[in-house]
């Protein structure tokens, strides 16, 4: 696939905000701002499927009006003609995919909600895991540009698995922090002396003359530790074992 040198630092913009630790809500927002740019979009949106309320919520938005998003949340995503459409696919696709665009711009949803913001031309993407919707990404365009292509496809099936991964770990890490024991954690007395020895900000190589193992068994544990608690970093590693110090 070719990219443009924007698109390239813009994918790579998105990709190094994808590997950090953060909250879930703050994982769509700045993903969001990324999509902006890389896809030279004017709007972008994103909810969680909530399957207790049976409800879209947890709204993050950017370039919409706060009237109009409550008008959505109240009323028309229970008489919205794409959104579920979009969502069953479980891949990144055109609005346009679904539903011609004459026949979008003849139905309630149009006229009411999206043009009264200036959405136009839709792209939707779904993080799932387990089988189960935990995020969406809706990015749209004004009327004044054109709609998005096979390319902007390309550019979120990159995208979307980092950023499916990235929701789960902010997931698992907002789980931990609020069971605050080393139970809830799962982790080995081991791998927990490891942890610590971590945070203390001691190498793999220091902590492995301490405990009288191999740099690789070190590491195995480093391994696991950062797959339960949901982290990739030394920096997420030590915060977390700092939580569980608290509690």
Excluded: C
Aim: glycine share 8%.
């Amino acid at each position: 696939m070719y990219l443009t040198a924007p698109e390239s630092r813009a994918l790579s913009r998105i990709f190094g905000l994808l590997a950090e630790d953060m909250a879930e809500h703050e994982v769509r927002e700045r993903v969001g701002y990324g999509l902006l740019d890389l896809l030279k979009a004017d709007y972008f949106a994103s909810y969680v499927w909530d399957e207790v309320a049976n409800r879209f919520d947890g709204r993050v938005t950017l370039n919409m009006n706060d009237d109009t998003l409550q008008s959505y949340e109240a009323y028309y995503q229970f008489h919205d003609p794409i959104t579920f459409e979009l969502q069953a696919r479980r891949v990144p696709t055109l609005v346009t995919q679904v539903m011609p665009q004459r026949a979008l711009m003849h139905t309630e949803f149009f006229n009411d909600f999206l043009a009264r913001d200036g959405l136009h031309w839709g792209v939707n993407v779904y993080g799932y895991a387990e089988g189960r919707n935990i995020g969406d990404l809706r990015i749209w365009r004004g009327r004044a540009r054109d709609n998005f292509d096979s390319h902007t496809l390309d550019l979120l099936r990159l995208i979307e698995p980092a950023f499916t991964g990235a929701l789960q770990r902010a997931s698992l890490r907002a789980r931990l922090a609020g069971a605050g024991s080393r139970a809830a954690l799962e982790l080995s007395p081991r791998e927990l002396t490891v942890a610590r020895m971590v945070s203390e900000g001691l190498t793999d190589k220091e902590i492995a003359q301490h405990l009288g193992v191999e740099l690789s068994t070190v590491r195995t544990y480093l391994k696991r530790t950062f797959m339960k608690l949901g982290v990739h970093r030394r920096g997420g590693l030590a915060a977390a074992i700092g939580r569980l110090r608290n509690n």
